[in-house]
């Protein structure tokens, strides 16, 4: 790796727990696997960043779908891509070992990623299943690997530290890729973002192979016990039946749950879930204890995901259409050159005809109106900032606002490791229980940023500072850093060795439900007249799963002592 590279890298240490700034405390390994789960971050949060956008787009080439039908695909991908790691881990532990399932995962993505630039229907189709087949061999495994890295003895104290430098690596690729997409797509086109998504997640692939030598004697496959499952038994008797019921679940007639996608999704994620609840039932005493906490957490974290990843359709609808996006005069030349800037003209054109929640209006025929009107942007700016006619507005992009999360993480992080730095001093940090459960109020308090925003801008009737948005990140990102990278640390300390990449795999799961509960929340939110009852029942949701955890706090801290969490 080069000087920059390692740069980064050192910078991320320095951000870590005071614990971690001595790089020798952490294995060799650490900072290529830190840079190959950046450079696929990049790629897959540069891909989901304009995903939603380009589904929508009916100006510039894109897919043209309702908002209803692309929150229902985006929730339908981003779940499919975490609940595949159930049998990446697998096949990891079992047959494969961690580093070829690593690879195998990052050159499907890759792919995957650049047959979305490919225009046209089947490709479209055929890209997203690479990538969710791909995301299963990756995701589940390189934080496994981590793992068994620092399970060495000279490393273990430092497991919590590794995986929050780790957590800044995810989110730098995340924090810098949306600017290589605005400036793509701007300049270029949707196809050649995409591809770029592709160019990132080789390079990861490279990096990753490049220091092999620094984790291969920890890539060991686990050994079965008596009570375990066969992977030809787990394949036939969970995998088999989730496909046949997914299969059933899209083809029964009418939508039991909102869409035929999300009617798949349940029905087939049955049997995984069943096999989870088989795993704790078949486990020994020894093993029960750890594996009903993990669980109980999964279940409960559901909900937090839920909320999380409407960042990509309704927040995104939110910077879209109710945002006031444009650009002080004076930063619009280094925008421009950084391709940052959408240029939108002041002057009449043929658009589709929307309402005033920007939904589009369609014929008897179910096709979209067209209209001679200005750009969709100044349906509810304020007049005194229209420009000239035949002038136009510099408008920074929208996918920009997914950097927003991202750079809060890196920035908060050091924040919040400190604080409970601080608090473990004064012998009052919660435990990682009590640190998911404060996660889901601030989540909740986050919602409630947004609530205001939509009072303050008269239910869509006027755009809204980005301030709003900004703050909303802000607050979920503190929730995020309690939650999220405290879940993969705990999965790794509790989870039984043999059982390690497939309980990580079970943490990909509950994420994978969360996901596809955020699109079926996001499908909403044309239904709701007033947008501050979306965000109301957002609120409600997670207080409901914060007061679930509430009560398991004493339960689930008394088991993670006891497992020297």
């Known amino acids: 790796m080069n000087m920059l590279s390692y740069l980064i890298f050192e910078i991320s240490i320095i951000l870590a727990p005071m614990s971690a700034t001595n790089t020798s405390k952490h294995p060799k ?26 589904m929508t787009d ?3 080439g894109g897919l043209a779908l309702e908002k209803k039908e692309a929150s229902d695909i985006f929730g339908t991908y981003i779940a ?8 990446g881990g697998l096949l990891a532990d079992r047959v494969l070992g961690y580093r070829l399932s690593i690879s195998l995962g990052g050159i499907l993505m890759g792919l995957g990623y650049m047959c979305l630039a490919i225009p046209g229907e089947t490709t479209f189709y055929i890209a997203l299943g690479l990538m969710i087949i791909g995301n299963g061999f990756f995701k ?28 800044m690596g995810i989110n730098i690729g995340a924090f810098i890729c949306n600017f290589f997409a605005a400036y793509l797509r701007n300049n270029f086109g949707w196809g050649y973002a995409f591809f770029a998504a592709g160019v990132g997640m080789f390079i990861g692939i490279i990096i990753f192979w490049s220091g092999n030598k620094h ?15 066969s992977v030809g038994k787990i394949l036939g008797v969970v995998l088999l039946p989730a496909i046949i019921a997914g299969i059933l679940g899209w083809f029964i007639p009418g939508n039991i749950f909102g869409s035929d996608s999300t009617d798949a999704f349940i029905f087939g994620a049955i049997p995984i879930v069943l096999f989870y609840i088989s795993l704790l039932v078949r486990s020994s005493e020894e093993d ?40 002080p005069a004076q930063v619009v030349p280094t925008a421009k050159a950084l391709g940052m800037v959408q240029t939108v003209p002041y002057s009449k054109d043929s658009v589709v005809k929307i309402d005033n929640q920007f939904r589009p209006m369609k014929d008897a025929n179910g096709k979209s109106i067209k209209v001679i009107d200005y750009p969709h942007y100044y349906k509810n700016l304020q007049t005194e900032k229209f420009p000239e006619e035949g002038e136009s507005t510099q408008l920074i992009s929208t996918e920009l606002f997914q950097s927003i999360n991202p750079f809060f993480v890196v920035l908060l992080t050091p924040v919040v490791v400190g604080f409970f730095a601080w608090s473990r001093r004064k012998g009052i940090e919660p435990s990682t229980p009590g640190k998911i459960f404060w996660g889901l109020i601030i989540t909740a308090l986050s919602t409630t940023v947004m609530i205001a925003a939509v009072t303050v801008g008269m239910n869509g009737a006027e755009k809204v500072s980005a301030w709003w948005l900004i703050g909303t990140y802000g607050v979920i990102t503190v929730g995020e850093l309690c939650l999220s990278p405290m879940g993969l640390s705990l999965v790794s300390k509790l989870a039984p060795p043999r059982l390690t990449a497939l309980m990580m795999g079970g943490w990909m799961l509950s994420t994978s439900i969360g996901n596809k509960l955020s699109g079926v929340l996001a499908s909403l939110w044309d239904t709701y007249e007033d947008k501050s009852y979306f965000f ?27 497992h020297g969490g």
Request: charged fraction near 15%; glycine fraction near 6%; include cysteine.
């Open 288 to 327: 029960r204890r750890p594996i009903s906490a993990l669980l109980a957490i999964m279940g409960v974290v559901i909900i937090f995901w839920a909320i999380f990843k409407q960042n990509g359709t309704a927040l995104t609808t939110w910077a879209e259409s109710y945002t006031n996006r444009e650009l």
């Open 140 to 167: 589940p495994n390189i934080s496994t690997l981590l793992g068994n890295l620092y399970n060495e003895p000279q490393y273990k104290s430092n497991k919590d530290a590794g995986y929050n430098i780790f957590y």
């Open 58 to 60: 009916i100006d510039k």
């Open 215 to 229: 984790y291969k004697h920890v890539d060991v496959m686990k050994p079965t016990q008596p009570e375990d499952m």
């Open 29 to 54: 390994g650490l900072p290529f696997l830190f840079f190959t789960e950046m450079w696929e971050r990049f790629g897959y949060y540069l891909m989901l960043g304009i995903f939603f956008l380009y």
């Open 80 to 87: 499919l891509v975490f609940i595949t790691p159930f049998v």
């Open 536 to 562: 109301v029942v957002n609120c409600l949701i997670v207080m409901v799963a914060a007061l679930g955890i509430f009560m398991m706090l004493k339960w689930l801290s008394k088991i993670i002592e006891e």
